[in-house]
């Protein structure tokens, strides 16, 4: 499938895209939201791209670009983002739950209010990332950098902290932790 084929699809109403493989397809700045994804294959550039509201359960989105993207209200469940980049991208209420990250770039990302329980975080960057009301309970955090992150209100009920990187970090009581600066 071409990037135009898919794009005259959506706009025709066809909102069920699930298991299509797209690894090759640059997606940036198209508006897909509320589109189904479901298991599709996404290894590609989705720079600006719109899927608020889509349903990306289990999707590869490995080493992927959605700098910029939207994705407030994704569903995410279970989607390897391993080594993708999610600069300045909006994930707002998003749902990770048991989403893989590990190495993920999400600098200077809004995650404000998702769920990421039970979602592997090894080694992630978000530097100056919005994570205010994210629920964290069951998440792997080994080796994170959190510098510059807003944690406010997040629950981190059983996680531990250890292997961190903090550097004027908003802690969810409102503290600033300094330990890496």
């Known amino acids: ?15 069920y895209f699930g298991r299509f493989d797209l690894r090759s397809m640059d997606l940036s700045n198209v508006d897909l ?8 294959l996404m290894n590609s550039c989705l720079i600006g791209a719109n899927l608020a509201g889509a349903d990306l359960t289990g999707v590869s989105f490995a080493k992927a670009s959605l700098v910029y993207a939207n994705l407030t209200k994704a569903i995410l469940r279970k989607a390897n983002l391993y080594f993708a980049s999610f600069r300045c991208a909006d994930l707002t209420g998003a749902d990770l739950r048991g989403a893989n990250l ?6 200077q990302a809004n995650l404000s ?20 009301g994210s629920d964290l309970r ?11 992150a807003n944690l406010s209100q997040a ?3 059983g996680v531990s902290l250890r292997g961190m990187y903090f550097c004027n970090t908003i802690m969810p009581d409102g503290s600033i932790r300094n330990d890496n600066c």
């Open 1 to 15: 499938m071409e990037r135009q084929e898919l794009i005259e699809l959506y706009k025709k109403g066809q909102r």
């Open 33 to 40: 939201s509320g589109a189904d994804f479901t298991n599709a």
């Open 102 to 107: 590990e190495n993920t770039e999400l600098l």
């Open 113 to 132: 209010g998702s769920d990421l329980r039970g979602a592997n975080l090894v080694g992630t960057k978000l530097i100056g990332s919005n994570l205010t």
């Open 138 to 148: 069951e998440t792997n955090l080994r080796g994170v950098n959190l510098c510059d």
């Open 155 to 157: 629950n981190l009920e």
